[in-house]
């Protein structure tokens, strides 16, 4: 299982890669769904359908709502000239990696083993969820009612954006 | 916004229904089987979108939609508000689960939680599909 999980890595980063790479922007799009519904299939082995289910539609909705946008559009990439930026950025990225495996070098040695997770909340939602709330997916029994705040909160934020989109994508602006 | 070709039509007209009793069935055993409001609203709009994308719409049908979308979104959001509120009110605090638990594993069972999978479910479908929405008449406000 291990090492399906690796190479499913492995393909996530490549197409990660070829999606920024890539000049034709049709072809950067699909790469981005490989990391999407290589995602999907990584929650499914891992043991999570709740996720996989919602991962894999957004997914292909987002990827939808992309390529029709690409093909009303354009499909090349814009040319970006390539001057002191690059070489600046560059040089900053190098640092950062530096700085950061200095960092995480010492981190991933304390860190527990895979798939035994040290926090202790989760252990009493395993053992009370069903007889607190009554619902027999223990997924549906956190979100809805140990922690329906959150679920509130996501709520009102989709809320808040289809506001926003309506907001900037309205047909006739104010006059002046 | 223009349709695609007969055939697509075809099938999208055949799978649409069946992917909306699924997106349904998801939202409704939220509380029992994997899934739940937003995996099955996001079904739902899935099924709206393609009929939409694949049989083109009027300029003028889909501004009625658009109000209607709004609609049903805030409808959904005040009816996960109100279920809050409602537990506020009887007990002690938000999100109290006033109703009785059931029987573990029935349909009707677990409180509130099939109630605010329902108001999650009708919130998020009609968020969807007035996004899409806003992104074809804002395309048709360009061409003009």
Redesign the interface.
Known sequence: MFIILILLMILMITGAIVAIQSKDLLSAVISMGIVGFGLTLVFLILQA??L???QI??E??TL??LI??IL?TTMKECKVKKSAVVIYSGIATVVLLIVLLFILGDTFERLPDFGCSTLRMSEYYLEQG?KK?????L???V???FR??D??G???V??T??MG??AV?R?KGRKK | MKGMTEIVRTISRLLAGLIFFYGVY?VLF??????????GG??I??AF?LLI?ANGVDDEKIKGEKERAGFL??L??FL??II?IIGLCTGTF??L?FLG?????NMF?????PL??IG?GI??SA??C???I??I???K?ENK
């Open positions: 359908p709740d996989a289910i919602v539609v957004v292909t909705l939808i709502i029709a946008a009303k069903l709330t009554g619902a027999a997916n997924v549906a029994s979100i809805l009612d329906a705040y679920t509130l996501e709520a009102t989709l809320f954006a289809v989109i309506w994508l047909r | 998801i939220g509380h029992l089987t994997p899934g739940g409001g937003f995996a996001v079904i709009s899935g979108i994308v979104e805030s959904g959001i996960f508000w809050a938000f999100f689960n638990k059931g029987r573990p594993l069972s677990a409180g509130t939680i605010c999978n999650v919130e998020v968020a969807l007035s996004i899409v806003a992104f008449l804002v395309k406000g």
